[in-house]
């Protein structure tokens, strides 16, 4: 099994900068591709921003220029830089990553998400 543990959220004003981590733990060999999602309320769930192991990055139009995703690999963490935060920022964000465990088996695991609120 995957656990992701995210950390980070909180409430900020418009403009304001927020960092999130994920770190990963458990029966892992590799962690392939990580992303962040969101969901705000009344919505679904929408694509952040993913990062591959090999380094390419896939942002969401609405995040571009803000946002940046970044890994460390040792840690077996991500993190999710947010600049420039706006009220249609505010939701739960999620991290998700695609995993090969030890046993060799694919595992996608997701975390329980991190509260996100940008008001004044």
């Known amino acids: 099994q995957v656990q992701l543990e995210e950390s980070g959220g909180g409430l900020v004003q418009p403009g304001g900068s927020l960092r999130l981590s994920c770190a990963a733990s458990?029966?892992?060999?590799?962690?392939?591709?990580w992303g962040w999602y969101r969901q705000a309320p009344g919505q679904e769930r929408k694509l952040v921003v993913t990062?591959?192991?090999?380094?390419?990055?896939d942002l969401a139009d609405s995040v571009k220029g803000r946002f940046t995703i970044s890994r460390d690999d040792a840690k077996n963490t991500v993190y999710l830089q947010m600049n420039s935060l706006e009220p249609e920022d505010t939701a739960v964000y999620y991290c998700?990553?695609?995993?090969?465990?030890?046993?060799?088996?694919?595992?996608?695991?997701w975390g329980q998400g991190t509260q996100v609120t940008v008001s004044s």
């Open positions: 998700n990553a695609d995993t090969i465990g030890i046993s060799g088996r694919r595992i996608i695991a």
């Open positions: 458990g029966s892992i060999f590799r962690i392939n591709d």
């Open positions: 990062t591959t192991r090999g380094g390419s990055t």
